[in-house]
């Protein structure tokens, strides 16, 4: 329900507060429709809440504000997440991807980084498709939000648009990106925007900054676009998509492009010539003498040479679209005057004749400091008032996707009166992402690492939806259909896991059958621990064609064969990790002595965990597990060191 009575809340809060308890109010309304605010409002929607998204325009409901692609290392892991919540943004990816390509497949399938060359138009047609018309619950309007409705009990109640009408919710869940207080630039030229072509959001800004929220200032940048045909790719590394393409999501087989139709991306590097270009030109590059903090792992080509001159630099090619005549230069992030992003571009090799379609630019903007949220993404101020995505310090689209399911989940939940949802740093890279946020907070746009993740042996892409999907089914966000995919998938990997273990030869049985060198061993070995056998690199379907007798009832489609695969790659450190997570929940009451030396080298413990952990003198494991910036595995090394000495008595014994 919208009621026009901007005149009233200036003069009536009173007034004001009665509204918003009245019917027709919305459950959740959802601010901006970046790839927070979609996962946001499609989650709440999905989950049955009557929901509205207040978006500056429509037209610009998927718009991705700089690079053409979703996924990679880390970030791919964030999306098989949201995928397995039933989430948006890895279906839109399989109808829209135009060169699919899996990133560090040299190393362990844990830490492999599915990723996709996007066609902007198509994310934007299909994404649109989907929220406009297969979102039941969901309404959307155009308008600017300018201030938030608190009750006397300091309750977020609803939101004021910006031409003076009020909207009555039960929860709100902003996900401004990057428009608080936004302003961009090129060059010493600074305008206030969101983004080029968008405004800023500035009355929110200020609301926040009412409202008394801890409030940072970070930057980032993206590159000029460049016309394909100006291009001269000969003299550049051609680089193919894999064949065949992998879907992102767990509910497609294939994608909609034909393997072959898949386009190519393309490797150059920069000259002295950019270098120098940079070096003279500093006092004409506002952004690079600023202070504010930017993105430290996708740096602007200015900082680049400041940090690391000399060098040649990587610049990736990407185009932007099948039928786009633009191509994006990715790492070449710059914010110098029009005029001398021609001239820098004309020093990488390949661009030696390019012309520069639009200049690009960089962005401040304000952000919250994230530990003003609880996991749920609750700020902890105002009941009822959630922030996700760029708002909240992170860069990228999938990390803010990841935040926006989850706050639009615990809106809905919370009007529902149920428990928030919240993903462990046990349970996934979303756990790990906001603990992390709301932990420790963030001086510097926060980006996603697989390192980041202690458990990263078992928080695989490959196995997101065992890890998440019925979790997300019993909280009610995710479909009876995409439930039944899961449990057709499960059976299937167990069954075939259940014949393929049932199949045991001695190893020089194995050799014979793969014409490799005998072996010295004797103990006999199953057809499933084979396929974890890096020397042999068996596949299912190999082992099927060579042992049809056996073999022949295996049943399951060719992307379970791949996972049996990888799960019997890491069926033994998956036990172990799982153990040592079983093992932290069973002795949380495990006693920690008075006094306890958190300095001893042999708990390898980073400065910051010893500190804290020194100044709060947790009195037992449970305890030390609660303190935030200690992590798990710094508790279980903790929790191991504890036990070998022996300290097992009750709390309640300690003196
Ligand atoms: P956005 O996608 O920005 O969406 C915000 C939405 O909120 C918009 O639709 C806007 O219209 C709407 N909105 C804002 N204020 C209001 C209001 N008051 N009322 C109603 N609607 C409102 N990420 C990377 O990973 N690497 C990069 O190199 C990179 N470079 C970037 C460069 C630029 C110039 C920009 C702008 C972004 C860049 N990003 C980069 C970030 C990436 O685009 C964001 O991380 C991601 O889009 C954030 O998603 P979001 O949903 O939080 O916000």
Request: net charge neutral; charged share 25%.
């Amino acid at each position: 329900m919208i009621l026009r009575r901007r005149s009233l809340l200036r003069v009536l809060p009173a007034l004001v507060r009665q509204f918003s308890c009245a019917e027709g109010t919305y459950d959740v309304v959802v601010v901006g429709g970046g790839h927070a605010g979609t996962e946001a409002c499609a989650a709440a929607a999905r989950l049955g809440r009557k929901t509205l998204l207040v978006t500056h325009k429509k037209s610009t409901i998927g718009e991705m504000s700089c690079n053409p692609s979703f996924g990679g290392v880390g970030k791919g892991h964030l999306m098989k997440e949201v995928d397995a919540l039933d989430g948006v943004c890895s279906r839109i990816c399989d109808l829209s991807g135009i060169h699919y390509k899996v990133l560090n497949v040299r190393k362990g399938p844990a830490v492999w980084g599915p990723r996709a060359q996007i066609d902007r138009k198509l994310y934007k047609k299909h994404l649109q498709n989907e929220i406009f018309n297969h979102t039941p619950n969901l309404e959307i309007i155009e308008a600017a939000v300018e201030d938030l409705m608190i009750h006397e009990n300091g309750h977020c109640t609803g939101v004021v648009l910006e031409n003076g009408d009020y909207v009555s919710s039960k929860t709100v869940v902003i996900t401004t990106g990057t428009f608080l207080n936004g302003q961009i630039n090129i060059g010493l030229d600074v305008r206030p925007a969101g983004r080029v072509g968008d405004e800023p959001s500035i009355g929110l800004a200020k609301t926040l900054e009412r409202l008394k929220f801890r409030m940072g200032v970070l930057k980032t940048g993206t590159p000029p676009r460049i016309y394909r045909s100006s291009i001269d790719f000969s003299d550049c590394e051609k680089h193919l998509a894999d064949m065949p393409p992998l879907p992102f999501s767990f509910i497609n087989s294939q994608v909609w492009i034909k393997p072959e139709d898949q386009v190519p991306c393309y490797l150059t590097f920069t000259t002295p010539g950019v270098d120098k270009i940079v070096k003279e030109n500093l006092h004409v590059n506002r952004h690079v003498s600023e202070e504010i903090t930017g993105p430290r792992y996708c740096p602007s080509i200015e900082s680049k040479i400041l940090r690391f001159g000399n060098r040649a630099h990587q610049i990736w090619l990407e185009p932007e679209g099948l039928d786009s005549g633009l191509i994006y230069p990715a790492g070449l992030s710059c914010t110098l005057p029009e005029d001398l992003q021609s001239q820098l571009i004309r020093q990488v090799k390949g661009l030696e004749n390019a012309v520069l379609a639009r200049p690009g630019y960089g962005v401040q903007y304000d952000f919250v400091d994230p530990r003003e949220l609880w996991p749920s993404l609750e700020t902890k101020k105002i009941p009822g008032l959630f922030l996700a995505g760029q708002i909240n310090g992170t860069t990228g689209y999938e990390e803010a996707a990841a935040q926006g399911i989850i706050a639009g989940m615990n809106a809905a939940l919370q009007v529902l009166d149920r428990e928030p949802f919240v993903i462990r740093r046990t349970e996934g890279y979303i756990g790990v992402l906001i603990d992390d946020l709301t932990t420790h907070g963030t001086n510097e746009p926060y980006r996603m690492f697989t390192s980041r993740a202690e458990f990263r042996v078992y928080l695989r892409p490959d196995n997101a939806d065992i890890r998440l999907t019925k979790k997300g089914f019993d909280a009610g966000v995710v479909s009876n259909e995409r439930m039944q995919v899961l449990q057709q998938t499960q059976s299937s990997l167990e069954y075939c896991e259940e014949v393929l273990q049932s199949v045991m030869l001695p190893p020089r049985k194995w050799k014979s059958l793969f014409k490799m060198p005998n072996s010295t061993s004797t103990a006999s070995k199953s057809a499933f621990s084979l396929l974890a056998d890096s020397s042999i690199k068996a596949t299912v379907f190999q082992l099927r064609n060579l042992m049809p007798d056996e073999l022949r009832c295996l049943d399951g489609t060719e992307a379970v064969w791949d996972r049996l695969v990888i799960c019997s790659t890491y069926k033994h450190y998956e036990k172990m990790q799982t153990a040592e997570i079983e093992a932290i929940k069973k002795e949380q009451e495990l006693v920690i002595p008075k006094n306890f030396d958190y300095n001893m080298p042999s708990l390898n413990l980073s400065m910051e965990e010893r500190e804290k952990l020194a100044f709060s003198q947790p009195q037992t494991i449970a305890a030390a597990s609660r303190i935030p910036g200690v992590t798990p595995s710094a508790v279980l090394r903790l929790m191991v060191y504890v036990k070998q000495k022996g300290h097992k008595a009750p709390v309640a014994a300690r003196g």
